[in-house]
């Protein structure tokens, strides 16, 4: 089951543009974490979020918890090649102990 | 930092066979694992939560008798893929959690085992 919906799910930009990645959820989550993957690797660790309304910023990524905690979203800043990934958010749903992944995006940027 | 071991990183089969990943916490304990399997360019499906010393909770539509969850200590947990087909054939990855229900919990993952079922 993946309570959390990614937008888009496939994004190929120019290099130097600017992209926003939305994660919604219908659920409260006590925390949500934003991961970038590389292919035959595990997620890394970009960043937590854990309160609501929070907003924080990693170079030229910014992160955003919804006020509600059942959002979040990514924003990246004159995207570069290195950005290339596959972006996935993920929490720990605030009633149970499971943690589950958003549907990713997959991002392209072009030199 | 905290590292989480998994292994293979890949292993091909012969289909009938069954395969064990293990995942491992190097530095630090873990009470919950969990299992993932992923497919090309998708996301991260849980198959299951593993807690040591109890029973995993598999996810709606995982067939627990065909991946067996084993979470014999705070710092390993296997998945056994029993008489494996190539519908089987995926990228499983494991993770495990530090400071449960803390303020800090944070999740680490293993590297992933590619599994090619002939």
């Known amino acids: 089951t993946q309570l959390l919906e990614q937008s888009p799910q496939f994004l190929s930009i120019q290099e130097g543009e600017n992209l926003t990645v939305y994660c919604n959820s219908s659920s409260v989550f006590s925390s949500l974490q934003w991961y970038r993957q590389e292919p035959g690797e595990g997620p890394v660790l970009l960043v937590t979020?854990?309160?609501?309304?929070e907003v924080k910023k990693l170079k030229r990524l910014t992160f955003q918890f919804g006020d509600a905690r059942k959002d979040s979203s990514l924003h990246i800043t004159a995207a570069q090649p290195g950005d290339t990934g596959l972006y996935l958010c993920a929490g720990v749903h605030s009633t149970g102990n499971q943690f589950y992944f958003g549907t990713g995006t997959s991002l392209t940027v072009i030199p | 930092g905290a590292v989480v071991s998994q292994h293979p990183s890949r292993v091909i089969c012969k289909s009938g066979t069954s395969v064990k990943i293990e995942c491992r916490s190097l530095?630090?304990?873990?009470?919950?694992m969990f299992w993932y399997r992923q497919f090309p360019k998708k996301s991260l499906m849980l198959m299951a939560t593993?807690?040591?010393?109890?029973?995993?909770?598999?996810e709606q539509g995982v067939e627990k008798d065909k991946f067996l969850i084993n979470h014999a200590s705070l710092t390993l947990s296997t998945l056994t893929v029993t008489s494996a087909h190539p519908e089987d054939s995926s990228f499983y990855i494991c993770?495990?959690?530090?400071?449960?229900?803390?303020?800090?919990?944070?999740?680490?993952f293993g590297s992933g085992t590619q599994l090619s079922v002939l």
């Open positions: 530095d630090f304990q873990a009470t919950t």
């Open positions: 993770s495990a959690m530090s400071d449960r229900g803390k303020p800090n919990e944070k999740l680490f």
């Open positions: 979020v854990v309160t609501g309304g």
């Open positions: 593993s807690n040591e010393g109890s029973k995993a909770t598999y």
